[in-house]
Each structure stands twice: as structure tokens, then as C-alpha cells.
């Protein structure tokens, strides 16, 4: 009789225990769920660029209410993590865990969007290239694979920037002649070769060192956005505005691959949605922004109005360059045109 009773509390005592220990796993899985995370942002752009007040801000913003502050941000913009020409590696090998930085100073590690960027006469707007880029992104395999993938970085969007137009501080430019020895500030990669095709001396200049290399005369001008110029806060220096459509920026929101990995489905829905909420609204502003600050430099500097026979000459000399460039870049292993036609095929959509 003691056995049998014996036995039946030891049921009893290895019931409760294992009672006990699924209610503990329970509450710490609930912990664990209801845990903030906090994701650390880089970028090279300060908090009065375009770039952070209607990207990244908002996009930081907008995941913290659609995961009901779950995810929470440590923001370091203006290179407090380090200069704009680290950003892939610093993203890419997890310093920060979310960065914001243009493909076009990566030629080698992002080749097919700094093409995209870099090429002259495609995207006319902010919004259009915006819109039209981020389906791209979603239809084309190989771009995600050559320029994400391969780099350790899941894409959240990319934003194009409003096209790139030449800049210059005392020389008026009225065709492409006219830039012949003019240094001038570009991003890097497939914009200076456009440069270089027109006879002017590119240089690499960060955003953050335009205004000190247009002021002590290292450049003669800038291959810049109006929105860009506004930020930089070069418009003092700057007298002349010449608008032939000479590239633009292609900036990527990206997160960590392994960090990526690592956040729950929720927390990755969230951060995709808030990307695509964006993708209208971003290029929409910037382009009001455009025309509101190409009215307001009007009035010190001089936009310069070209003739028909002006524009035809700088349509013929950038179209040369592409056809030229395409035909360089034949015997290498990533699809360029086939990217590029894609890409031109979006843009017509969203004209």
C-alpha cells in the first residue's frame, strides 16, 4: 500500500514539475517575443539632406509604429560611423547593421546599378526613377543577386535622387565644349567616364567636401542634383546651372544579411512595407523640392536656358557615350543592356 501511494505522488511531483517548466519556456518565449530591438543605422549624409529627412528618418519612423515599438533605431548620420566610401564595407561586415549610401562610389561591388545611375539620359524625375528602379529590383534576379547577394545585404528600396545636372562656380556651360578642362566634382564610377568623354576633368568629392573643395578652388564645379546642391549648402558658390541630365544618385537602404536573417517574420514584413510606403512618397518630394529650389537659385544664379540646336548637341554626344560604353562593356560577365532596357521599359511607364 506505502509503494502504491509512494508511486502515485512520484507521479503526481513529475507532473507538476513538467507543468511548472512548460509555463516557465512559455513566459520566457513571451519574453523573448515582446523584446525591443534596437538596429543600429549608418549613413554619410546629415540629418538636412534629402536623403535622411525623406528616406531614412521616416522609414526608421514608420517601422517602429507598424511593429508597435518592437524595433527602436540608434541613427548615426554624417559619417559618425565612418566616411561615405565605407559604407558597403561597414554594412557588409556588420559595424552597423543598416546602412544608407549611393551605389555609385561602389563600381565594383554594385556594377549594374551604378550603370543605371551613372548613364545619362534615363530617369527625368525623382519620382519616376524611384518608382521604376524598385520594381526593377524586384523583377530582376541578377540585380539582386550581383549587387545585394554578393555583398552580404538584403535591399529594403533603392531611391533615385532627381537627375544630375552640371554646377559651376564661374565658367557659364552651353554645350558639351564648353566642359573641356573644367574640373569637376561626380560621384564616381560610370559618371566619370561620361565626364571624361566630354573633356572634363572628373574628381572624386564626397557630399560632405563639396563645399570646402568648390571654395578653395580644387573643382571648378559639381555633376550635382538641385536638392543636392541645397544640402551641401553650396549655393553661394555656385553661379551657373546647365540641365543636360547627366546621371543621377542611387542610393540603397540595406540591412545586414546575417542581421536580417536573425529578425523575426514580423519585424521583416514591417521593414518591407514601411520601404515600399516610401518608394511614391520619397520621389515625390524631392521633386517639389527641385522646383522649388531651382526658383530660388534664379534669383543670384543663372539657370541657363539652352537653344534647340544646344540640347541636340548634348543629346548626340551622351547617346554616343552610351553606345560606346555598352560596347565596352560586351565582354564582361554582368547583362548590362539587358538590365538597361528593363529598366528603360519601367521608366516609360511611369513617365
Known sequence: MKAKRLFSLTIIISILSLVIAGCSTSSSNNSKENETITLKLATYVPVTSQVYKYVTEPWMKRVTELTDGKVQFDAYPGEQLGKAQDMLKLTRDGVTDI?????NYFPDNM???NAL???PNLSMTSHQGTVAYNELLQQNKEL???DFSKNGLVPILGHVSPTYEIWTTKKEVR???DLKGVKTRTLGGVANE????MGAVPVTVSHTETYEALEKGVIDGAGYSSVGVEASGTADLLKYATFPHIGTAIHGLVVNEKVWNG???DVQKAMKEAGQELVEQSGEKYDQDTEAFNKEFSKTGTIVELTDEEKGKWEKVTKEFTEKWLREQGSKDFPYEEVLNQYKESLEKYK
Open 99 to 103: 546602412g544608407v549610401f549611393p551605389a
Open 111 to 113: 556594377p549594374l546599378t
Open 117 to 119: 545611375a551613372g548613364l
Open 144 to 146: 539582386l543577386e550581383t
Open 175 to 177: 554645350v558639351p565644349a
Open 194 to 197: 561620361v565626364y571624361e568623354y
Open 263 to 265: 529578425l523575426p517574420e
